[in-house]
């Protein structure tokens, strides 16, 4: 029996309103130089259009590199923290992101409550592994551990809480207890999974759906190219467009004066069960190369709903009605494979790795998730399902050096319970996507939720830390993870990770609350 969420949605909602509209007048400068970033997060949601002949991903991923020190705001949508099976769901329909050179002073108005305390700006911390930082040094291990191990004895954060805390600008560890254990990471393992994929195939990789006919039997496929983001609404925002691709065969076909088509789908890009191990589940759709919004059977963007049985068909059906609406008349449609002959008629791409990545994490998002564990695989040349994904992303991990110990990868998205993480490689993994040499895993700091503004910490640390902590969160029934970013007192930004296990029997807001307390201290610490 799972715990049924306390947060209060509305009044988070009406928070992050308030903040928003405090803050962009002081942001709008910074906003017009983050133009290019604030781009990717507008449209409910949903990636932007990005076109291949623009600059390079990653150049914009790079600009925004000191993650955790630019601060999001926005107004965001909610559909509900929790369902059946204890998995934190998606929050974020809509986000609008602004930067800013550092700090948490929010600005205020008349009669508004008193905003955060302002946080020190950091200094240019990431150049720190290769040059030189002109914040304060790191806090002391031995009285981080005086502050933080009291803390985590609260009873609210189960029989045996770990913990890990890393100064990102030198590597080294400040603080640990049990972190080098492998605990349940729920969701947290989609910061894996973000890096392993960011590592495989580069922040500008993007995944194509196309619709090719064979030459001899006027027959058209629709072949799935594992882009969990292809959208069939009016309004794409972004995402790659089904309609787009309708239009585009469709003239294709006319002016080879071809109106009439045996029509089939191609999901061979994938292999093994398209079901997760847990079953059926509203957090996630069959696990299929071909799918058009993420096989949803309403109008949400995020979140736990009911999902089509078979979401390859469904997208060719949409795909059929979208021919015959431009006058080409097909069959109905039913599974093939595209030879090697077959010519390409149309073909829409996603927007870029870098943006599916943040889309992910922000939104935990696990339709995405385990594409990209797939197309980790693929990239890797292990076999596209639930097993080779889990070794490409362990071999992905390994090969950047990061300590696997104790680590198993049993899907993308983190649903599995038999996933494993210590909090060190947890820490070890948002280091390597902070380290100046590796451009290309950034996104997998940029997309963290920011707290007080958006995803999953859209309503947490409203009074304490609100724009200093980027974090994943984590949460299964008796699971609750935490890791991200800060920026401490003296302006350092640290990584950390902390982990509760075994917490059934446990109100979950008090273990969130627990959670809440040791972060929201370790920000506030000088502790030197």
């Known amino acids: 029996m799972v715990v049924p969420e306390l947060r209060p949605w509305q009044a988070a909602r009406a928070h992050a309103a308030r903040l928003a509209d405090t803050v962009r007048p002081r942001l709008a400068r910074a906003a017009a130089v983050a133009k290019p970033r604030v ?5 409910a949601g949903k990636p932007q259009v990005a076109r291949v002949t623009r600059p390079k991903t990653w150049q914009f991923a790079a600009g925004a590199a000191t993650a955790g020190l630019a601060l999001a705001a926005g107004v965001v949508t909610a559909a509900g923290p929790w369902d059946s099976s204890g998995q934190r769901t998606a929050e974020s329909d809509r986000a609008a992101a ?20 302002p946080a020190p700006s950091a200094g240019p911390v990431l150049t720190g592994l290769g040059g030189v930082s002109t914040v304060k040094s790191a806090p002391d291990g031995k009285v981080l551990a005086k502050v933080l191990a009291p803390l985590l004895k609260d009873p609210s954060l189960g ?3 770990a913990a890990s805390v890393v100064d990102v600008t030198t590597g080294r560890r400040l603080y640990g207890a049990h972190q080098d254990a492998p605990f349940t990471p729920a969701s947290t393992t989609k910061i894996a999974t973000a890096v392993a994929a960011l ?21 058209v496929v629709l072949v799935g190219g594992g882009d969990p983001t292809l959208t069939a609404r009016k309004k794409a925002g972004g995402a790659a467009s089904l309609r787009t691709l309708a239009a585009e065969t469709a003239a294709a076909l006319a002016e080879r004066g071809v109106r009439e088509v045996t029509l089939s789908y191609d999901t061979t890009r994938y292999a093994g069960s398209p079901r997760h191990p847990i079953g059926d589940n509203p957090n996630l759709a069959l696990v299929s190369p071909l799918m058009a919004d993420e096989g949803r059977t309403d109008d949400s963007t995020s979140g736990p709903v009911t999902r089509v049985t078979d979401p390859a068909e469904d997208a060719a059906r949409q795909f059929r009605d979208l021919l015959t609406s431009h006058g080409i008349k097909t069959t109905a449609p039913g599974p093939s494979k595209a030879t090697t002959r077959a010519e390409t008629l149309a073909a829409v791409s996603s927007p870029p790795l870098s943006a599916l990545v943040e889309r992910m994490l922000t939104n935990s998002d696990n339709d995405i998730a385990e594409a990209l564990a797939r197309q980790t695989a693929l990239a890797t040349g292990e076999r596209p399902d639930f097993a080779g994904a889990g070794r490409a992303i362990g071999a992905q991990l390994r090969a950047l050096g990061l300590p696997l110990k104790g680590a198993a990868f049993k899907d993308g998205s983190g649903l599995d319970r038999a996933d494993r993480l210590t909090p060190g490689l947890l820490t070890a993994l948002l280091a390597k996507a902070a380290d100046p040499s590796r451009p290309e895993l950034r996104p997998a700091l940029t997309g963290l939720p920011v707290a007080g503004f958006t995803g999953t910490l859209s309503s947490r640390y409203t009074d304490g830390a609100s724009g200093v902590v980027r974090a994943k969160t984590g949460t299964l029934t008796g699971v609750h993870t935490l890791a991200g970013t800060l920026v401490d007192h003296d302006g350092r930004l640290l ?22 307390k040791v972060t929201t201290t370790l920000a506030a610490c000088g502790c030197r």
């Open 199 to 219: 590592s495989a195939m580069g922040a500008d990789h993007r995944l194509t759906t196309r619709a090719a006919l064979e030459p001899d039997t006027k027959e």
């Open 159 to 161: 029989p045996r809480p």
């Open 495 to 516: 990584a950390f990770a902390f982990m509760a296990t075994d917490t059934d029997r446990i109100a979950p807001a008090a273990t969130q609350k627990a959670l809440d």
């Open 98 to 117: 602004l930067g800013r050179a550092g700090g948490a002073d929010h600005g205020g108005a008349p009669g508004t409550p008193a905003r955060p305390r």
């Open 39 to 43: 781009a990717r997060f507008a449209g």
